[in-house]
């Protein structure tokens, strides 16, 4: 798995051969880059940190549409995130929201917090 912040770096992971494309939850807005992203036809994973559920709904309609296999990795952009701030409801709504495919975390916490990893 690898995460391109730019359309360059897409070149390099489709010449690299990663079987998974990430991309960053600041990303998740860069048309461009996930145009590219997709073409490459590789499973993807996209992150929620920032984003409202509108813009979820785009990533997940555009990579429906496109017959890419995706996956949710819902987070909060907080560097690191306590546990009470974690939002680690939305994962519920996420699963409801998005039944057809997987959806899981991407941990910003201390690495020192085992609190949230083990709910």
């Known amino acids: 798995c690898c995460t391109p912040f730019d359309e360059i770096s897409v070149d390099l992971v489709k010449e690299l051969n990663f079987d998974i494309v990430k991309i960053a939850s600041c990303s998740a807005k860069d048309w461009p880059l996930i ?19 509108r813009d979820i709904d ?6 429906s549409h496109k ?3 995706f996956s949710i990795l819902h987070c909060v952009s907080l560097y690191p995130t306590k546990f009470e701030d974690g939002q680690l409801s939305l994962i519920k709504k996420l699963k ?24």
């Open 67 to 69: 017959k890419i296999n």
């Open 96 to 119: 409801k929201r998005y039944s057809d495919i997987k959806i899981g975390y991407s941990g910003h916490e201390d690495p020192n917090d085992f609190l949230t990893a083990s709910v």
């Open 58 to 63: 785009n990533l997940y309609s555009f990579f």
């Open 35 to 53: 145009e590219k992203i997709a073409s490459f036809k590789k499973p993807v994973i996209f992150s929620t940190g920032g984003q409202d559920i």
